[in-house]
């Protein structure tokens, strides 16, 4: 089994419509989404959910106004401000560190649990997929992320499939993080901007910081033609391939709007694309070695 | 005033609007890119005096000749930054939220703090006389709001504060939202822009903070959006037509106000109609 992480660094980029088309042309896997608080390939892939899980990721600090002696303790120990004057705890500063609980004189904090998202497993027409929808404004996405894969990994192991194909959420933190961190390869989708560009680089710099084997699909290349080339250039130094090139094409979107994968909607030189793409991935990923976490 | 330019879906066009909002209201404007995982701002606004500065948080250190190794910190610790075995205490630096806990329940003051690189701020000022703070999370580093937090104290109240926060809708986006006067929500007419617009409404909600919307591309995709937001009663305060011109200049790294005739017009009527409704709520 293989697992394949799709990044890209700046949102926008068409992680999504990408690991929705590899979804289609893949035989033999299983699909997640680690996008856990703005998550998009359902929308594409139209799941039917089998199972559901509610996920809790931590803890909150709640004053209890009855046992408060406000003496000001937890104010003072609280290094993210999270105790309001009148001491009450602001649920969007408090991290669940547990200080004020333990410390309060008068034992008048509880620690409540915190229910931050849930999870799916579910089925679409192209095979299983794990999903997950955090909570607005809540904590814990990494974990959460971290939650999914592990369910993927289970169903890929006991149904002998040969792929994961995860699509990333954007940025380089901590979401991002816990969507790459053992996995076999990362395709990172960019695009001919100055801001692809620059965040291509920062997310290249976390796959070598984390020593994944790294590939490049250049998205909306007939946009910028010259940092098209830069791209290239940039890629070849890292040693990293550059396993195709799409040019900008309506067709995402109206392949969206119409609830379907790329393949599915059209055809012609941009899925033949995309079919050779899948290729040199299923290739480059059989000769990757068994991560070491 | 503070304005925070956000966004569920990524690249819908928030540091566009962040980038060219501050531009042109050019000295009057801070700009804080509060995208710390990936800032762009600083492409199309580059600073042309100003300063660098290391952002760090602290995390504990040990010292074993004193540990009593009772194991307090551990049963403290809720992010397994610390775990205390028989004869040794592991350090995760990389899990620690620096709540400070282990020092205080530490009996024999055998931890000390030290400091781990979250990333670095430029502040300074751009050629278009704009007051710039720009965040960048050191890559490898998972933590973005301790720096987010940092960017955001920063802030000049004497001027228009336009806040580039990051996509989606969890604690990043929150540490970039909090204590904002005003919210204006970039999408794009599509399934996906919907979707993550109706994400992006509710964090809003949550907060309690007065927004607006701008459709970008406005002439792609389906009309869900402004139907959206004509049942919810959110403003739609601009639409902007897909534009290859816009998208050109764009992918060079150049201001709309600058390479668009009109469109630093659009930016302050904009700013206008902020400012009416924010008076106005």
């Excluded at chain 1, 890292?238 to 979107?253: E, K, M, S, W």
């Excluded at chain 2, 775990?83 to 205490?89: D, I």
């Excluded at chain 2, 937090?149 to 929150?174: F, L, Q, Y």
Aim: proline share 6%; charged share 20%; glycine share 8%.
């Amino acid at each position: 089994m293989r697992e394949l992480v799709i990044l890209s660094g700046k949102g926008g980029t068409g992680k999504t419509s990408i690991t929705a088309a590899l979804t289609a042309l893949g035989e033999s896997l299983v699909v997640c989404d680690c996008d856990v608080d703005a998550a998009d390939l359902h929308l594409l892939l139209a799941p039917t959910i089998n199972e559901s899980y509610q996920f809790s990721g931590g803890h909150e600090a709640q004053i209890d106004p009855e046992r408060c002696t406000q003496c000001g303790e937890c104010l003072e120990l609280c290094r993210f401000d999270a105790i309001t004057p009148d001491f009450q705890v602001d649920p969007f500063s408090c991290e669940g560190c547990k200080v004020c609980v333990h410390f309060c004189p008068a034992q008048a904090i509880d620690f409540l649990e915190t229910v931050d998202g849930d999870y799916f497993v579910s089925d679409t027409r192209f095979g299983p997929m794990v999903h997950a929808r955090l909570h607005i404004a809540a904590e814990n996405s990494g974990k959460l992320v971290t939650v999914v894969r592990r369910k993927a990994q289970e169903i890929a192991e006991a149904q002998k499939k040969d792929y994961i194909l995860v699509d990333g959420p954007p940025g380089i933190g901590c979401p991002v993080i816990a969507s790459l961190t053992g996995a076999h390869a990362v395709l990172l989708v960019t695009e001919p901007t100055v801001s692809g560009r620059h965040d291509l680089e920062r997310a290249a710099g976390l796959t070598a910081f984390f020593k994944i084997p790294t590939y490049a699909l250049i998205n909306k290349c007939d946009l910028n033609p010259q940092i098209t080339e830069e791209l290239i250039q940039f890629c070849e130094e890292r040693n990293f391939p550059v396993l195709g090139r799409l040019p900008y094409d309506p067709v995402f979107v109206q392949a969206m709007v119409a609830g379907k994968t790329l393949p599915e909607y059209t055809d012609g030189l941009l899925v033949e694309e995309l079919k050779n793409l899948w290729q040199k991935l299923q290739v480059a990923l059989q000769k990757t070695a068994q991560p070491s976490i | 005033m503070k304005i925070v330019i956000a966004s569920g879906k990524g690249g819908t066009g928030k540091t566009t609007l962040a980038v060219n909002l501050a531009a042109a209201l050019g000295n009057q404007a801070q700009l804080l890119d509060c995208d710390v995982e990936e800032p762009n701002a600083h492409l199309f606004l580059p600073l042309v005096q100003g300063q660098n500065e290391t952002i760090t948080a602290l995390v504990p250190e040990v010292d074993l000749e004193r540990c009593n190794f009772c194991g307090a910190c551990g049963q403290l610790c809720q992010f397994s930054a610390i775990v205390p075995l028989e004869q040794t205490v592991l350090i995760f630096p990389e899990m620690c939220h620096s709540c400070g806990g282990c020092y205080l329940v530490c009996e024999p003051g055998a931890l000390r703090e030290r400091s781990r690189e979250l990333g670095v701020i430029d502040s300074g000022l751009s050629q278009e006389g704009v007051y710039c703070v720009y965040g960048r999370l050191r890559v490898g580093e998972a933590m973005a709001p301790p720096l987010i937090r940092e960017v955001k104290a920063r802030m000049d109240h004497s001027r228009t504060v336009i806040i580039d926060a990051p996509p989606g809708t969890s604690c990043p986006v929150i540490a970039a939202m909090k204590g904002a006067d005003y919210v204006v929500l970039v999408t794009e007419p599509t399934p996906f822009g919907f979707h993550d617009l109706k994400l992006a409404v509710e964090t809003v909600r949550t907060m309690k903070l007065p927004m607006g919307v701008l459709i970008n591309r406005s002439d792609i995709g389906t009309a869900e959006v402004k139907n959206y937001c004509a049942q919810e009663a959110i403003p739609v305060l601009l639409s902007l037509p897909y534009s290859r011109p816009v998208a050109a200049a764009y992918s060079r790294g150049q201001l709309l106000v600058k390479a668009i005739p009109g469109f630093k017009e659009q930016m302050l009527a904009l700013f206008e109609q902020i400012s009416g409704r924010r008076q106005g709520s």
